[in-house]
């Protein structure tokens, strides 16, 4: 994949311990990238708690349903972690079932004709919000330029397809539009959060350093 954040795999060992599993450098980049996405959002002064295990742990059953295997991608902890932050108890993702949401996440490709397809849609659907920031027209135009990080690989896609389909529940266009980027930034490494726009894509790539968010260039 173009951005290290979707190529990073890990091969889980199923005798050790869950704590002892979860990279470090993963930890630390859901840390700093959940945290720069919640400031100024009511979250911002929650305290961290089990989220960042229970998020690996709810990547793993959905990458075991989805792609029969437990190597989750760093973009895949990411998004469940986030989830987590609000809530997942039970394995549930905003109050329903993984499998669940993950079989409305299957069909929401395949109605929209597989992951190229559906990248594009959903782009073209981003760009028609009204969003007073500009986010969304411009999150539109920079995605859409390379589709295959959201598409080419069947994992990336998946999380594409949960992205689009939390964002398309909520109630106003902004927020729509809002949710979608907070979520697609996992993917894609770069998007406009508002007025700015980060660059996540090397947050995690080099071993015993600090997590790195860039401003887009």
Known sequence: MRYAILGFLLS??????????IPPEWQAAAQAVIGELERDTPRAAKPWGPELTQGWNLARAWRKHNNGNIEIILAE??????????????????????????????????????????????HAWLAGLPDPSGAAQKNAALWAKDLDVASADFATSNIYALAWLLARNRATPAEQADAFARFAIFVQGKAWIGAHCLDISKVATVLDAPPRIDACK
């Open 12 to 21: 889980v060992l199923g005798a050790a311990p869950v704590a002892a599993q």
């Open 77 to 122: 902890y990411l998004t469940f972690t986030a989830l987590c932050r609000r809530g997942c108890s039970g394995s549930t993702i905003k109050g329903q079932g993984y499998v669940a949401v993950a079989e409305q996440a299957k069909a929401l490709r395949n109605q929209n004709g597989g992951a190229y397809a559906m990248a594009s849609n959903a």
